[in-house]
């Protein structure tokens, strides 16, 4: 069982940067691999990036490739996401999963999910 509790969120200008947390619990970090997903009112859940649990192999979405960096560091249990040049369309909740299994770019990879972030881009 792992829980996952992000933080980071919060409101900047289009064009700026934040840098999201999610921290782990409950299990060793590097035994899963993390996915970094979003949800803007009603919207479905977008995959955004993923680290693998093996290698630091990562995998990223289109609409933000270039854009955000996914990274962990197993000593602090934590993944991040770096997130820059941001836009008002990546005004959404930002949520972090555990997965056991590959396939990182749909959600029901993830066994585990964190209550989310708000993520919110002006103008």
Partial sequence: ?????????????????LRLSCAASGRAFSDYAVGWFRQAPGKGREFLAAINWSNDNTYYGASVKGRFTISR?????TAYLQMSNLKPEDTAVYFCGAAYKDNFYYTSTYAYWGQGTQVTVSS
Avoid: F, I, K, T
């Fill in 1 to 17: 069982q792992v829980q996952l509790v992000e933080s980071g969120g919060g409101l900047v200008q289009a064009g700026g940067s």
């Fill in 73 to 77: 560091d197993n000593a602090r249990y």
